[in-house]
Nanobody
Framework: QVQLVESGGGLVQAGGSLRLSCAAS????????MGWFRQAPGKERDVVAA????????YHADSVKGRFTISRDNAKNTMYLQMNSLKPEDTAVYYC???????????????WGQGTQVTVSS
């Protein structure tokens, strides 16, 4: 069983920055591919970014490329999402999840976190 706990969400003005963290329990973190996802009200959940177990392979959705950066620290069992130049359309609940690379991108994950709200005001 893996538990994922997101933190770092909040209210920020457009153009601002936030850093989300996802702390994972269990001994398999360093062997797990991970991802960030978001779901805005009335919309489907979408993948934002993904990172391989070693951190060598990363993916960022086109909508966040150049503004968001995914990273991980396997020694701390923690994954991060640095979000810069935030826009009102980034407003959503952000979730972290674990799984395998090919399935993660398609939202087929093993475990979800509980989510953290990010609100960007204009």
């Amino acid at each position: 069983q893996v538990q994922l706990v997101e933190s770092g969400g909040g209210l920020v003005q457009a153009g601002g920055s936030l850093r989300l963290s996802c702390a994972a329990s269990g001994r398999t973190f360093s062997r797990s591919d991970m991802g960030w996802f978001r779901q805005a009200p009335g919309k489907e959940r979408d993948v934002v970014a993904a990172i391989s177990s070693s951190g060598r392979l990363v993916y960022h959705a086109d909508s966040v490329k150049g503004r968001f950066t995914i990273s991980r620290d396997n020694a701390k069992n923690t994954m991060y999402l640095q979000m810069n130049s935030l826009k009102p359309e980034d407003t959503a609940v952000y979730y972290c999840a674990t799984g395998t690379w090919g399935r993660l991108i398609n939202l087929d994950v093993d475990y979800w976190g509980q989510g953290t709200q990010v609100t960007v005001s204009s």
